[in-house]
């Protein structure tokens, strides 16, 4: 059965430096989204991309944060500098549809801020 | 926006009875509910949703029921076994555009043998 990857599986980095996520969704999917989730806290929306463009976005995802689908495969979250409230485990999840669609989730990336 | 309660927080059930995990959403337009369990350090898999058009679905020993007036739907294991141990989540959607999942806060499920 196909799944969400995601790597890497842990990154550990600087206050202030630059980190790029990557994930692979299920490859006939047309929607991704990421979410994180704070240690032992609810998941939350973070942003959903489709066609090529935001879709939506919250509160979290500033200016600090971008997303990319830079070939057919990938699809990556950069946070341009980051801060220690970044720690969190950051989820991609890809569905088929959007209307009332299952959302397939990566098995995370771990992000520690030092 | 969207807001989703979840209770309880824990919940500590005998193998072999029953769990009932409930949550309320606050946007009426809602129409897609999902479940997911998350084992320690795992990614959320979904376990069953239920979208607007139906009050009740069921897939062998988990069920879910929606009732849209009240705004809440609950998660039903029954004949729990040691594996059921996790943390559950409900979440909601309006399903506009890309719809995001907007999640509870999480049911620690612990089965005792």
């Known amino acids: 059965e196909p799944e969400v990857t995601q790597t890497p599986s842990h990154q550990v980095t600087q206050m202030g430096q630059e980190v790029i996520l990557r994930c692979v969704p299920i490859s006939n999917h047309l929607y991704f989204y990421w979410y994180r989730q704070i240690l032992g806290q609810k998941v939350e929306f973070l942003v959903s991309?489709?066609?090529?463009?935001?879709?939506?976005k919250s509160e979290i995802f500033d200016d600090q944060f971008s997303v990319e689908r830079p070939d057919g495969s990938n699809f990556t979250l950069k946070i341009r500098s980051t801060k220690l409230e970044d720690s969190a485990m950051y989820f991609c999840?890809?569905?088929?549809?959007?209307?009332?669609?299952?959302?397939?989730f990566g098995p995370g990336t771990r992000l520690l801020v030092l | 926006g969207e807001n989703v309660e979840q209770h309880p927080s824990t919940l500590s059930v005998q193998e072999g009875d029953s769990a009932v995990i409930k949550c309320t959403y606050s946007?009426?337009?809602?129409?897609?509910f999902p479940w997911y369990k998350q084992e320690l350090g795992k990614r959320p898999q979904l376990i069953i949703d239920i979208r607007s058009n139906v009050g009740e679905k069921k897939d062998q020993r988990i069920a879910v029921t929606l009732n849209k007036t009240a705004k809440h739907f609950s998660l039903h294991i029954t004949e729990t076994q040691p594996e059921d141990s996790a943390v559950y989540f409900c979440?909601?959607?309006?399903?506009?555009?890309?719809?995001?999942?907007?999640f509870g806060q999480g049911t620690r499920l612990t089965i005792n043998p």
């Open positions: 999840a890809s569905s088929i549809a959007s209307y009332q669609e299952t959302q397939y």
């Open positions: 991309f489709y066609n090529n463009e935001i879709s939506e």
């Open positions: 946007d009426s337009a809602s129409n897609y």
């Open positions: 979440a909601a959607s309006n399903g506009q555009g890309a719809q995001k999942l907007v």
